[in-house]
């Protein structure tokens, strides 16, 4: 199971958000490639970069970033999610480097989109669901849909996604824990890989998903836990690799 550390991009600085509110951010960086070097020193084989203006303007904002991210470390996988909502946007991130895109709200607002762009660039797409409740959430979890997450997860599933990005919300930058629960419910309902986030706080939520890892939780996205220092991602990573059941 991959630990993937999440770089979340405002105004070209790296933060975190409590809760998914812009207003509600910690800067932990300025540098948000020095940041990139930092998680890939300390053990990282995939990066989860998130453009949150994007998500809430519906269009990339610090896309720059994300290119010299991509171009100066070509040799690890990124996942790169927030405001791609047209074929050019992902088209432009792949030319630089990046391995997957995450569509949210758009897959959520236009599910046709998805089984379009499965067939555009196969084994590229990653679909990002956000809920709460059990609901899913849109445009930087500003607004509420009346979908639920297993239901659109299968049919993306069927578009051909690579893999869901499953975060709960309401313990998102919030150090409460991981809903195992949740996360396990959702990928017990598909075949395709999950990609666990929202809350995770120590090096027992690591291995209490490594515990369930076997539903096809490929892995787990950390993001205040590691600035903060609650897990140490090295650690963590080190737990995954060797976890047996």
Known sequence: MLVIPAIDLK???????RQGRMEDDTVFSSDPVAMAERW??????????VDLNGAFTGQPVNASVIHEIAQTYPDIPI???????????????LDVGVNYVIIGTKAVQSP???????????????VGLDAREGKLA?????????????????????????????????????????NIDSTVTLARSIKIPVIAAGGITTIDD??????????????????????????DFTQAQKLADGFVM
């Open 79 to 93: 996942q790169v999610g927030g405001g791609i909502r047209d074929e050019d946007t992902i088209q432009t991130y």
């Open 206 to 231: 690591i291995r209490a998903l490594c515990e369930v890892a076997e539903q096809d939780i490929m892995g787990v996205i950390t993001g205040r836990a590691i600035y903060e220092g609650t897990l």
């Open 112 to 126: 046709h989109f998805i089984a379009d762009i499965c067939r555009e660039f196969p084994g590229h797409i990653i």
């Open 11 to 17: 105004d070209g600085q790296c933060v975190r958000l």
């Open 138 to 178: 849109t445009e930087g979890w500003s607004k509420l849909s009346r979908h639920s997450a297993i239901e659109m997860a299968q049919q993306f599933e069927q578009d051909g996604v690579e893999a869901i990005v499953f975060t709960d919300i309401s313990r998102d930058g919030m150090l409460q824990g991981l």
């Open 40 to 49: 890939i020193k300390a053990g990282a084989r995939r990066l989860h970069i």
